[in-house]
């Protein structure tokens, strides 16, 4: 059963705790998984295949043939879904696109800046029983507006050595350009590394276990990466308003996800705590995935009763969720004083479903508080910014004893002899 605590009988650390994973026991072998692929390659990826996927596969990369028949296999009605969720995605990413600037305040000086698509990034999509079609969506189409110049997708293959259909489609629909039927650590030392079959990307994107979060952090450097995405998590701030069965289903679409994940509701009334406590008891047996949600309510979850709705907002801020639904009275009066989430759900009709699938801002969100200095997925991920000068030389001889002046203060003679060198007489 899911705790209730009073905030008056607990510390702020005792009440947001979060239950992380421990990555020190799978270190060493997502290390060798990284060296054995970087040593042997294509070997190695066909040998993990069979080893963690039951998958004895004859190639690594998805046929076009297969792409294809995979996509055929999708039917109308939820091909139509994905179009829908992939129209939205689009258009909401598409706000963000920045461009060039260049600035001529002074004469003959011109400085401006550049925004340039990466060249090749990298998509980790989950499979088997956590195989998400919404996630391809979410990571590449964002890639796609950016004009990164080659999008390539990982992902398990089942025992078979098929893809999901409905992957295949939103991967089709989305814009990728290849598919490699690989997982785990070695799917993302393959893209940090490159094999004789899977080319080597600038940036790895896209969620995964414990194993491929631990492989995303140690190839940093190598390729650039999202993020280190923790287990998911919602806060749900509720009032005494809110119909208490909406909210424990709201606590449960994030609590089914995974045993780590922690599901939190904050309010200030006793009687909407004890009423969603009832309605987790008699929600979670109907679920599908019961024994996750379970262990997820009964170990990370947590009801936190306050006594105003300034200490509801401080505990939500403090806490910095991926997750925050608003399920109050006026939740626009409440946005400005949100400082620290990853996405902000507003309203008693906006469930955390609602962005994860279909209405366009992007579900890949910053977790583990790390929401406090950083975003969600968007197009800048998959960008770069580069500068650029020019000075006439009129302009330089403007400015040449203070630059000399200012390398000589850092001890730096060979910077200021640069300027000053143009300038002598011959």
């Not at 947001?16 to 072998?29: E, K, N, W």
């Not at 043939?65 to 179009?83: C, I, K, N, P």
């Not at 785990?184 to 490159?194: I, M, P, T």
Request: proline share 5%.
């Amino acid at each position: 059963m899911i705790r209730i605590l009073d905030s008056r009988e607990n510390t702020r650390e005792e009440l947001l705790q979060r239950t992380l994973p421990q990555t020190a026991s799978v270190d060493a072998a997502v290390r060798e998984i990284i060296q054995t692929v970087r040593e042997q390659g294509d070997a190695a990826l066909f040998a993990y295949a069979r080893r963690f996927d039951n998958a004895k596969l004859t190639a690594l990369e998805v046929t076009s043939e297969e792409w294809e028949a995979g996509v055929a296999r999708v039917d109308a009605s939820f091909m139509a879904t994905l179009q829908l969720a992939q129209k939205n995605i689009a258009a909401f990413h598409s706000r963000q696109k920045r461009t060039d600037f260049a600035v001529t305040d002074q004469p003959g000086v011109l400085l401006g800046q550049r925004i340039l698509p990466l060249e090749r990034v990298g998509i980790y999509v989950p499979g088997g029983t956590a195989s998400y079609p919404s996630t391809v969506l979410m990571d590449a189409v964002p890639a796609k507006i950016a004009g990164v110049g080659e999008i390539i997708m990982v992902t398990p293959p089942n025992q078979d050595g098929s893809i999901m259909p409905e992957i295949l489609a939103a991967a089709k629909l989305a814009g990728v350009d290849r598919i490699f039927k690989i997982g785990g650590a070695g799917a993302v030392a393959a893209l940090a590394y490159g094999t004789q079959s899977v080319p080597r990307v600038d940036k790895i994107v896209g969620p995964g276990n414990v194993f491929v979060a631990t492989a995303k952090q140690m190839v940093f450097g190598q390729v650039a990466i999202d993020m280190v995405a923790g287990p998911s998590e919602i806060l749900v701030l509720a009032d005494e308003k809110c119909n208490p069965s909406w909210v424990a289903a709201d606590l449960l679409s994030q609590a089914e996800h995974d045993k780590l994940a922690s599901a939190i509701l904050v309010t200030e009334s006793n009687d909407l705590a004890k009423k969603v406590s009832d309605e987790l008891e008699r929600q979670i047996p109907l679920l599908p995935r019961a024994a996750i949600a379970r262990e997820s309510i009964d170990k990370n979850g947590r009801i936190i009763v306050t006594q105003s709705r300034k200490e509801s907002v401080e505990l939500a801020n403090a806490y910095a969720p991926e997750h925050l639904e608003l399920c109050v009275e006026d939740p626009f009066a409440l946005l400005p004083q949100i400082k620290n989430a990853g996405s902000v759900f507003m309203g008693r009709h906006v469930p955390e479903a609602l962005g994860d699938y279909l209405a366009g801002p992007n579900h890949t969100l910053p977790t583990s508080g790390t929401a406090r200095f950083a975003s969600p997925l968007g197009v800048d991920d998959f960008v770069k910014r580069s500068s650029f000068l020019y000075y006439s030389g009129e302009a330089l001889c403007q400015v040449k004893d203070q630059i000399v002046e200012f390398a000589g203060r850092e001890g730096l003679f060979a910077h200021g002899q640069s300027v000053a060198i143009r300038f002598e007489k011959e």
